[in-house]
């Protein structure tokens, strides 16, 4: 084929081709920008629906923890008021011993203690411990007997007791000062 033979279908090519008027050119250039802005919308409403989500779950999370502690608080101190209740009990107990050396009333209250102990009961050791707010209820204050008793519980009108480690009874004491 010759020169001229190539040139001229490139020629008819060219004329078979309609012509793209300046709008046509405008609209096909803007069909990617609307449909990036659109891809953008879409994404930030996507982000902000993952936000929403994630909030939300860990809400719910929260809320979960929070109520699987408060069952596992009630389970373990739900026998709180039953505890206080008894509390008067064991004192008397503990008068009837101090008062009397009978072995029936010895085997019955260590029975007790034993099962109170099982459910959480723990008494409070205070005589002879520094003075502290939190776990004592100061009745009267005396003058110290000794230097080195100063600022300590010197004796226990009634004792203080713990229901799994939370202080269930403060213990009332009298402290040297």
Do not use: W
Not at 128 to 139: P, Q, R
Not at 149 to 154: E, F, H, S, T
């Amino acid at each position: 084929m010759s020169k001229k033979d190539k040139e001229i279908p490139e020629q008819e090519a060219a004329m078979e081709q309609p012509e793209t008027t300046d709008n046509e050119t405008q609209s096909t250039a803007t069909e990617p920008v609307e449909e990036e802005d659109k891809l953008q919308e879409l994404g930030e409403k996507l982000a902000t629906l993952n936000d929403k989500y994630l909030r939300l779950y860990s809400e719910y999370e929260n809320y979960r923890k929070r109520t699987n502690i408060e069952k596992a608080d009630l389970l373990l101190n739900g026998s709180r008021e039953m505890m206080k209740a008894i509390l008067p009990v064991v004192d008397d107990f503990e008068r009837a011993l101090a008062a009397t050396a009978d072995e029936g009333v010895q085997l019955i209250y260590n029975k007790m203690m034993k099962i109170l102990e099982q459910k959480g009961l723990k008494a409070m050791e205070s005589k002879g411990e520094v003075f502290d707010e939190n776990l004592h209820e100061a009745i009267t204050r005396i003058p110290a007997p000794e230097e080195d008793l100063k600022g300590k519980v010197i004796d226990v009108v009634e004792k203080g007791y713990y229901l799994n480690d939370k202080v269930l009874r403060y213990a009332k004491v009298v402290v040297a000062c």
